[in-house]
């Protein structure tokens, strides 16, 4: 399993992290985090602790949205929030091609292009969340502030 901060997506997240503050670190587990569900169990956390990075297609353009892991997004809100009328969840392909990660491992931060981020503010209720670091048993555990900080990313309420 340690071979995995060798994989080049976990690399770049760590060095992102890294660049930010040199406590935060990538931890690898030994089961799945694909889903905040497994990823919650593998933490022994609440399954809202865990960030869900979801790519959406808004348009002509892309946005991540940063999602507690017991809520979902709203596409009614994000669409008010950005008045586009066809906003929708991007294809694997797209996250992939966008991010720089494949589903199950996107990770909050070094994406492959620069994009903007909401992260949901239903996050600011733990002490400590955990998000993806570029592959499926890769997380890493930060504040909701410190989320805030390293992703640039604007607070908004877009949950159900």
């Known amino acids: 399993m340690e071979n995995l901060l060798n994989n080049e ?3 770049r997240v760590e060095e992102f992290i890294k660049k930010f503050d040199t406590k935060l ?3 690898v587990l030994e089961t799945t985090a694909r889903t905040a569900k497994d990823a919650a169990k593998s933490l022994q956390c609440e399954v809202g602790a865990i960030v869900k990075s979801l790519l959406f297609k808004a348009e002509d353009s892309f946005l991540i949205c940063l999602i507690a892991g017991d809520r979902r997004c709203s596409l009614n809100k994000l669409k008010k929030i950005l008045n586009k009328k066809d906003v929708s969840m991007a294809s694997a392909e797209e996250v992939k091609k966008n ?3 494949s589903i199950g491992g996107v990770a909050p931060v070094a994406h492959k292009i620069s994009l903007d981020i909401f992260i949901d503010e239903s996050l600011s209720r733990f002490k400590f969340i955990f998000a993806a670091a570029g592959h499926p048993n890769c ?4 504040t909701y502030d410190q989320l805030i900080k390293i992703t640039n990313g604007l607070p908004k309420e877009i949950s159900e």
């Open 139 to 142: 997380v890493f555990k930060i």
């Open 25 to 27: 670190n990538i931890l």
């Open 99 to 101: 991010t720089g990660f």
């Open 9 to 11: 997506p976990v690399k």
